[in-house]
């Protein structure tokens, strides 16, 4: 009963005109800097933040979290449409999104991403609300020794990711590795590869290389293009909008595959939306019958990362309020609006703040179903953009992205870094070199590398005591296996090609 | 030709005089060289609003991260002494130039140290896996079983305080670095690390919610806003006299008579209820210090924790 009576609660707060407002504000300002590639979340975060103190801190809260999900909405858009990714997080989108646009199936792709995106929020509000105490607690089970574990099965599910050869992905993984290593040594202090700059000091920034990898290169290559693409406005009826059927009986296991992947990379702080929906890409390819559709405009590329980096998005919230902890930039955000006001989030916020918590939780609710509402009817307005001549819209598109690396840092040589990372991407397509597992390893490879020196030295070096700890033990056995797995069947399916290679001959 | 010399001097002089009084005559930025909504941005940020009413002049807090406060650091360094580029910071400003051998600045000379915004001293938490409850017992538990000191990064105050606690309590101890504080608590709250040392600002609210324990307060003394908790040297633990602080900083070579002006602004804004009110929500006490005072601190702390970071070979080469 005291659960209805915290959702009414909730609802009650949730509604009040003012939240509702504010609410509305939030999502439509992440769709809009979600869109626009290269401005993200923490941007417009940081740029509405001193707003929050004139407000109240649920009001605030309502407005930041939905300035947050609703990038996520809104990131996808123009991965699809233009093979730039909007935030960091649907970079994976583009994989098969763009190739889904290209096919004339653009409408198709958007509207399964708003149902895949509904649906991973949807899955992520209920893991909050119902098990927030349970899951924070058991997050905190959570090591170092248990991150590595992890972390290197999310490397390993995902490394299949590219449709280009073996070599090539795992060449561009270790590149990115290898990019990641630049910046102070995380045990011993060390400055590697800075050249004695402070600006790297920190690492390459993740926004500036997949902005550079993707967006810069991707309109380098266009360029060369001469014959502009036309698209007839009038083509667009909503009717080519509509998904099929068919599109939907494949989509709603792999929904809710990647809404779990989702849920539980959200919970643990430091991990996030980017590694989740790349690992859910990677595994949805791996269970799929026909894996070589992936990378060609299968639904299930969309609609897999598209809800595991919703979920994710929302079960952030978990660390974050019930344990004060937050998972990144953003969140620290989100605690210091909460601070302001002298609220500091821990296991105690759900009960003695319950309209707090339960009016952000119902306002979750609210937030995305006005999303669905806000992007679906602007499905036909965003493929009308790509009517926009690619002269015009370049230029636009090329200054944003130098505005979204500039305002993380204040930092004009992230701004290079940008520049510095398209005109290597640019090289990569030349030569046939897959993007998105660079951006793999660039993302996972710091996590992993952080968090085995870490459990190393809490294990005072002694490698077994990593392997005997039941979840780190237990995720090390899934990660051979898998590992194991992927060899045999990549073996079998080289075996099967070689097979009817020869019948082929002998039926010549 | 000497009197001609001290004329000159006197000139100069009411010169700076004049053009301190005339300041600020336009928008004053403050660098923030934390990210958004920590502790130290709070601070920064209500200066920021207190100076914009004494001052009449637009008064701006702006976010300049990265390298442990030194790019933000470095940016003032960098900008012209005239006051209009000021900077708040913690310990780090004389933590981090100890561990990071390429600072494009000289700590000393290109920083000014105009006033003690806040101060508070360091607290040491524990987290699930220790057993004692307080400090003594703890010196023993260590004794027995090897602790993990865990930090918020290489070269933080976090880092410095510990190793001094670890020499000066004769203990052996092993330090693991984490990203951030609250990584660092959180890994407390699993019973993965064992002890934590920040202000109190960073761990009170973890106090408050039970989650960490508060096992010392670094000093000779108890804290006057925290009674209960015990002073390292109640314990016999001698030679810890550090506390933690934010300071207002401007570029090197500033005119004396500009600092004492904005010295004394600072103290106007630090007795406003409005800002007292976030000093004790955040665990922390007005800075009373003058310019001069201050400065000598921070260079005594610079020096202090070189020191230490050459004795204990904190930084691996």
């Given at each position: 009963m005291e659960f209805f009576a915290n959702i009414s609660l909730g609802l009650e707060t949730a509604l009040s005109p003012v939240n509702l407002l504010y609410c509305f504000f939030g999502v439509f300002v992440g769709t809009l800097v979600g869109v626009l590639p290269g401005l993200g979340a923490l941007a417009a975060i940081s740029m509405l933040f001193p707003m929050t103190f004139h407000l109240e801190p649920t009001t605030a809260l309502i407005m930041l979290a939905g300035i947050y999900y609703g990038t996520a909405y809104g990131g996808s858009t123009a991965s699809i449409l233009l093979n730039i990714p909007g935030t960091t997080s649907s970079a994976v989108t583009c994989l098969d999104g763009y190739p889904m646009a290209q096919q004339g199936r653009a409408g198709v792709a958007l509207a399964m991403t708003a149902v895949a995106s509904f649906f991973g929020g949807v899955f992520g509000i209920l893991v909050l609300s119902m098990f927030t105490p349970v899951v924070a607690a058991w997050a905190l089970s959570f090591g170092p020794a248990e991150y590595f574990a992890l972390m290197l099965l999310g490397l390993v599910a995902a490394s299949a990711i590219s449709d280009a050869s073996l070599v090539k992905g795992l060449a561009m993984v270790v590149l990115g590795v290898l990019l990641a290593t630049v910046g102070m040594d995380p045990q011993s202090g060390t400055a590697r590869f800075t050249f004695g700059s402070l600006s790297v000091l920190d690492g390459l920034s993740i926004s500036a290389l997949a902005m550079g990898l993707f967006g810069v290169a991707e309109i380098i290559a266009s360029i060369r293009n001469t014959e502009t693409r036309r698209?007839?406005?009038?083509?667009?009826?909503?009717?080519?909008?509509?998904?099929?059927?068919?599109?939907?009986?494949?989509?709603?296991?792999?929904?809710?595959?990647?809404?779990?992947?989702?849920?539980?990379?959200?919970?643990?702080?430091?991990?996030?939306?980017?590694?989740?929906?790349?690992?859910?890409?990677?595994?949805?390819?791996?269970?799929?019958?026909?894996?070589?559709?992936?990378?060609?405009?299968?639904?299930?590329?969309?609609?897999?990362?598209?809800?595991?980096?919703?979920?994710?998005?929302?079960?952030?919230?978990?660390?974050?309020?019930?344990?004060?902890?937050?998972?990144?930039?953003?969140?620290?955000?989100?605690?210091?609006?909460?601070?302001?006001?002298?609220?500091?989030?821990?296991?105690?916020?759900?009960?003695?703040?319950?309209?707090?918590?339960?009016g952000l939780v119902m306002s979750f609710w609210i937030g995305n179903l006005l999303l669905v509402i806000l992007n679906l009817p602007l499905i036909g307005l965003w493929v009308r953009l790509l009517s926009v001549p690619y002269h015009l819209l370049y230029p636009a598109i090329l200054m944003f992205v130098c505005i979204g690396a500039y305002s993380v840092h204040y930092s004009a040589f992230d701004v290079l870094v940008v520049m510095g990372f398209g005109a290597l991407g640019y090289a990569m397509r030349l030569f046939g070199m897959?993007?998105?597992?660079?951006?793999?390893?660039?993302?996972?490879?710091?996590?992993?590398?952080?968090?085995?020196?870490?459990?190393?030295?809490?294990?005072?070096?002694?490698?077994?005591?990593?392997?005997?700890?039941?979840?780190?033990?237990?995720?090390?056995?899934?990660?051979?296996?898998?590992?194991?797995?992927?060899?045999?069947?990549?073996?079998?399916?080289?075996?099967?090609?070689?097979?009817?290679?020869?019948?082929?001959?002998?039926?010549? | 030709m000497k009197l001609m010399s001290m004329a000159l001097a006197a000139l100069a002089l009411a010169g700076g005089t004049a053009f301190a009084q005339d300041f600020p005559n336009k928008p004053v930025t403050i660098i923030v060289p934390y990210s958004g909504g920590g502790s130290t941005d709070l601070v920064g940020r209500q200066l920021a609003h207190e100076l914009q009413q004494i001052w009449g002049q637009p008064v701006i807090a702006e976010n300049r991260t990265g390298a442990g406060s030194m790019i933000g650091t470095a940016h003032v360094a960098q900008s012209a002494p005239d006051g209009y580029t000021l900077l708040v910071n913690t310990p780090a400003v004389a933590t981090a130039p100890a561990v990071q051998k390429d600072l494009p600045f000289d700590p000393k000379a290109d920083i000014t140290p105009i006033g003690m915004v806040a101060t508070s001293p360091y607290m040491a938490v524990a987290g699930a896996a220790v057993q004692s409850t307080n400090f003594k017992d703890f010196i023993t538990?260590?004794?027995?079983?090897?602790?993990?000191?865990?930090?918020?990064?290489?070269?933080?105050?976090?880092?410095?305080?510990?190793?001094?606690?670890?020499?000066?309590?004769?203990?052996?101890?092993?330090?693991?670095?984490?990203?951030?504080?609250?990584?660092?608590?959180?890994?407390?709250?699993?019973?993965?690390?064992?002890?934590?040392?920040?202000?109190?600002?960073?761990?009170?609210?973890?106090?408050?919610?039970?989650?960490?324990?508060?096992?010392?307060?670094?000093?000779?003394?108890?804290?006057?806003?925290?009674?209960?908790?015990?002073?390292?040297?109640?314990?016999?633990?001698?030679?810890?006299?550090?506390?933690?602080?934010?300071?207002?900083?401007?570029?090197?070579?500033?005119?004396?008579?500009?600092?004492?002006?904005?010295?004394?602004?600072?103290?106007?804004?630090?007795?406003?209820?409005?800002?007292?009110?976030?000093?004790?929500?955040?665990?922390?006490?007005?800075?009373?210090?003058?310019?001069?005072?201050?400065?000598?601190?921070?260079?005594?702390?610079?020096?202090?924790?070189?020191?230490?970071?050459?004795?204990?070979?904190?930084?691996?080469?």
């Amino acid at each position: 009963m005291e659960f209805f009576a915290n959702i009414s609660l909730g609802l009650e707060t949730a509604l009040s005109p003012v939240n509702l407002l504010y609410c509305f504000f939030g999502v439509f300002v992440g769709t809009l800097v979600g869109v626009l590639p290269g401005l993200g979340a923490l941007a417009a975060i940081s740029m509405l933040f001193p707003m929050t103190f004139h407000l109240e801190p649920t009001t605030a809260l309502i407005m930041l979290a939905g300035i947050y999900y609703g990038t996520a909405y809104g990131g996808s858009t123009a991965s699809i449409l233009l093979n730039i990714p909007g935030t960091t997080s649907s970079a994976v989108t583009c994989l098969d999104g763009y190739p889904m646009a290209q096919q004339g199936r653009a409408g198709v792709a958007l509207a399964m991403t708003a149902v895949a995106s509904f649906f991973g929020g949807v899955f992520g509000i209920l893991v909050l609300s119902m098990f927030t105490p349970v899951v924070a607690a058991w997050a905190l089970s959570f090591g170092p020794a248990e991150y590595f574990a992890l972390m290197l099965l999310g490397l390993v599910a995902a490394s299949a990711i590219s449709d280009a050869s073996l070599v090539k992905g795992l060449a561009m993984v270790v590149l990115g590795v290898l990019l990641a290593t630049v910046g102070m040594d995380p045990q011993s202090g060390t400055a590697r590869f800075t050249f004695g700059s402070l600006s790297v000091l920190d690492g390459l920034s993740i926004s500036a290389l997949a902005m550079g990898l993707f967006g810069v290169a991707e309109i380098i290559a266009s360029i060369r293009n001469t014959e502009t693409r036309r698209l007839d406005p009038k083509a667009i009826s909503l009717r080519s909008l509509m998904p099929k059927r068919d599109d939907f009986n494949r989509s709603w296991l792999p929904m809710l595959r990647a809404s779990t992947i989702g849920s539980l990379f959200g919970t643990l702080p430091g991990t996030g939306p980017t590694v989740a929906a790349f690992v859910s890409y990677g595994l949805e390819k791996r269970l799929s019958d026909e894996p070589e559709k992936f990378g060609k405009g299968a639904v299930e590329g969309v609609v897999a990362p598209e809800s595991a980096n919703n979920a994710a998005d929302q079960t952030a919230f978990i660390p974050t309020l019930s344990l004060g902890i937050p998972g990144s930039a953003t969140m620290a955000l989100m605690i210091g609006a909460l601070m302001v006001h002298g609220i500091h989030p821990g296991p105690n916020l759900v009960t003695q703040q319950p309209s707090l918590f339960w009016g952000l939780v119902m306002s979750f609710w609210i937030g995305n179903l006005l999303l669905v509402i806000l992007n679906l009817p602007l499905i036909g307005l965003w493929v009308r953009l790509l009517s926009v001549p690619y002269h015009l819209l370049y230029p636009a598109i090329l200054m944003f992205v130098c505005i979204g690396a500039y305002s993380v840092h204040y930092s004009a040589f992230d701004v290079l870094v940008v520049m510095g990372f398209g005109a290597l991407g640019y090289a990569m397509r030349l030569f046939g070199m897959p993007a998105a597992p660079l951006l793999l390893g660039f993302v996972l490879g710091p996590l992993i590398e952080q968090h085995f020196r870490r459990a190393m030295v809490l294990a005072r070096g002694d490698f077994s005591a990593l392997i005997e700890r039941p979840i780190a033990g237990s995720v090390l056995a899934v990660t051979g296996l898998v590992l194991v797995w992927s060899i045999w069947s990549g073996s079998k399916a080289s075996a099967r090609l070689k097979e009817r290679r020869l019948r082929i001959e002998d039926e010549d | 030709m000497k009197l001609m010399s001290m004329a000159l001097a006197a000139l100069a002089l009411a010169g700076g005089t004049a053009f301190a009084q005339d300041f600020p005559n336009k928008p004053v930025t403050i660098i923030v060289p934390y990210s958004g909504g920590g502790s130290t941005d709070l601070v920064g940020r209500q200066l920021a609003h207190e100076l914009q009413q004494i001052w009449g002049q637009p008064v701006i807090a702006e976010n300049r991260t990265g390298a442990g406060s030194m790019i933000g650091t470095a940016h003032v360094a960098q900008s012209a002494p005239d006051g209009y580029t000021l900077l708040v910071n913690t310990p780090a400003v004389a933590t981090a130039p100890a561990v990071q051998k390429d600072l494009p600045f000289d700590p000393k000379a290109d920083i000014t140290p105009i006033g003690m915004v806040a101060t508070s001293p360091y607290m040491a938490v524990a987290g699930a896996a220790v057993q004692s409850t307080n400090f003594k017992d703890f010196i023993t538990e260590a004794k027995d079983r090897r602790m993990f000191f865990a930090t918020a990064g290489v070269g933080t105050s976090s880092h410095f305080t510990e190793e001094l606690l670890i020499q000066q309590a004769g203990i052996e101890a092993d330090i693991v670095h984490f990203s951030s504080g609250g990584d660092a608590q959180v890994n407390l709250m699993g019973g993965h690390a064992d002890v934590y040392i920040s202000n109190t600002a960073s761990v009170m609210p973890y106090v408050n919610n039970g989650q960490v324990k508060a096992l010392v307060v670094l000093g000779s003394e108890r804290y006057d806003l925290l009674p209960d908790v015990e002073a390292s040297a109640e314990a016999g633990v001698a030679g810890i006299d550090v506390n933690s602080w934010v300071g207002l900083f401007g570029p090197g070579g500033m005119d004396p008579a500009l600092v004492d002006k904005i010295n004394a602004d600072l103290h106007t804004a630090l007795a406003s209820e409005s800002f007292q009110k976030v000093l004790s929500d955040n665990f922390v006490l007005a800075g009373k210090d003058n310019a001069t005072e201050f400065k000598a601190q921070v260079e005594a702390e610079m020096d202090l924790w070189k020191a230490l970071a050459e004795e204990r070979n904190i930084v691996a080469e």
